[in-house]
C-alpha cells in the first residue's frame, strides 16, 4: 500500500513533490493556506536543471510553451552596456534560461498533479504535528489527520518547521530592497536579461517574464526609480519592498517529518537560484520514498543549500562591493570572459548549473 504523505504548501516546491510523487504511484494530500491559488509572479528564473527535472511529467513541455526563452546577460555601468553574455547558445529550450511569472508555473504543476488524480486543499492551514513512532498526526484546520510522512513545503515562516523546533539560523541582510512587475512595450532588450552595476554598490535587475512584461529588482526602496535607464512602463502589476534574509534549517528531516524548499533555506536572489533549489529537494526527496533513501536526505539536500547560500553571497558581496577597486576589477574581469567565445560559454554553464 501507497504511504500516506502530506505535503505542507502549494508552491512550486511542493507542488514538484507532489507531481513526482503521483508519477511514482503516490498521490499525496496536499494543503495549503491560501484561500486560492497565489497571483504574485515572485520567482521567475527556471533553469535546465529544474526542466530536465519536470520533464518526464509532462510539466516541461508545458513550461517551455509558455516561458520566455532569455538570449542574452547585458551587464551594463550605469546605463552604459559593457559587456554581453550570450544565454542562446542551445536551441533547446530544456538548455536555456527561461522566464516565467511563479504564478504561472505553479498552475502548470497544479495542474499536472490534477490530471494525476492529485487535488490541492486551499485554506487549510497546519496547525500542528505531532509524531509518533509509527505515524504522523497532523491538525489540520482543528481537525485530526493521520499519515505516514509529512513534507514541509510551506516557505520561510514554515509552520511545521516551528512545530519541530527546528533551529533556522542565520541572518538579515540590511539595506531596502524592491520588486517591480511592469508592462513596457518599447524596452530594447525583450529578451535579454539585464544587469545595471550601480555606484556605491547598488545594483537593479530586469528579467522579462512573458511578452513585453518585466521584473525589476533593485536593492533600493525603488526599483523603477533604481533604474539608470527608463524602461517606459505602460502598467505597473505590482510593487512592493522586501527584504532579503539569509538562513538554513539545522536538519532537513526529523522523524517522519521533511522540509523542502524555503522551509529549509532562503538567500538571496543572486542567480536565480532559489525556486530551482526547492524544486531540486522536492525531487530528490519524491525519488527517495520509492527508492528506501530517505535516510539520506538531509546530508544531500543540506549540503546542496550550503554550497547555494556561499555561490548567491559570494555573488551578492562582488556585485554589490562598495570598493571601487573591487567594482573596477568585477568590470574588467566581466569584460575579458564576454569577449573571449571559450570564457564566455564557461561562464553561462556556470550560470545555468544550478
Known amino acids: 500500500m501507497p504511504p500516506r504523505i502530506l505535503i505542507v504548501g502549494a508552491g ?21 493556506k491560501r484561500d486560492a491559488p497565489s497571483r504574485l509572479s515572485r520567482a521567475v528564473g527556471i533553469l535546465p536543471a529544474s526542466m530536465r527535472i519536470l520533464e518526464p511529467s509532462g510539466v516541461a513541455e508545458a513550461i517551455a510553451a509558455e516561458a520566455v526563452a532569455f538570449r542574452n546577460a547585458v551587464i551594463h555601468r550605469g546605463a552604459e ?16 534560461l527561461l522566464g516565467l511569472p511563479q504564478d504561472r508555473t505553479e498552475t502548470l504543476l497544479r495542474e499536472a498533479f490534477e490530471k494525476m488524480g492529485g487535488t490541492v486543499r486551499f485554506g487549510c492551514p497546519l496547525d500542528r504535528v505531532e509524531q509518533g513512532s509509527e505515524e504522523v498526526r497532523a491538525e489540520i484546520g482543528g481537525e485530526i489527520e493521520r499519515f505516514d510522512h509529512v513534507i514541509g513545503a510551506d516557505g520561510t515562516n514554515s509552520r511545521l518547521r516551528d512545530s519541530l523546533g527546528l533551529a533556522y539560523s542565520g541572518f538579515d541582510l540590511p539595506g531596502d530592497w524592491s520588486i517591480a512587475d511592469v508592462i513596457a512595450p518599447d524596452w530594447p532588450h525583450q529578451q535579454d536579461f539585464c544587469i545595471f552595476l550601480k555606484k556605491a554598490g547598488k545594483v537593479a535587475i530586469v528579467a522579462p517574464l512573458a511578452p513585453h512584461r518585466f521584473r525589476i529588482i533593485a536593492n533600493d526602496p525603488d526599483a523603477l526609480e533604481a533604474l539608470p535607464m527608463p524602461i517606459d512602463e505602460t502598467e505597473i ?21 521533511f522540509l523542502a524548499g524555503d522551509a529549509a533555506h532562503c538567500h538571496s536572489p543572486v542567480g536565480g537560484r532559489g525556486m530551482n533549489l526547492g524544486i531540486a529537494d522536492a525531487a530528490d526527496l519524491a525519488r ?16 546542496a543549500g550550503s554550497e547555494t547560500i556561499r555561490f548567491t553571497e559570494r555573488g551578492r558581496r562582488n556585485v554589490m562591493s562598495k570598493s571601487r577597486i573591487r567594482r573596477a576589477a568585477l ?19 556556470a550560470l545555468l548549473s544550478g
Not at 237 to 257: C, D, K
Not at 331 to 349: D, F, H, M, Q
Open 12 to 32: 512550486p516546491t511542493g507542488l514538484t513533490a507532489a507531481v513526482e510523487l503521483a508519477r511514482r504511484g503516490i498521490v499525496a494530500t496536499v494543503i495549503e
Open 81 to 96: 552596456p559593457i559587456a554581453r553574455l550570450r544565454l542562446d547558445q542551445s536551441p533547446d529550450p530544456h538548455h536555456r
Open 237 to 257: 502589476r505590482r510593487q512592493a519592498p522586501f527584504r532579503i534574509s539569509v538562513r538554513q534549517a539545522e536538519r532537513y528531516s526529523a522523524g517522519r517529518a
Open 288 to 303: 527517495r520514498f520509492t527508492e528506501n533513501g530517505l535516510d539520506g536526505y538531509h546530508r544531500a539536500r543540506h549540503k
Open 331 to 349: 568590470i574588467g574581469l566581466i569584460k575579458t570572459v564576454c569577449a573571449i567565445p571559450a570564457l564566455n560559454r564557461l561562464a553561462v554553464r
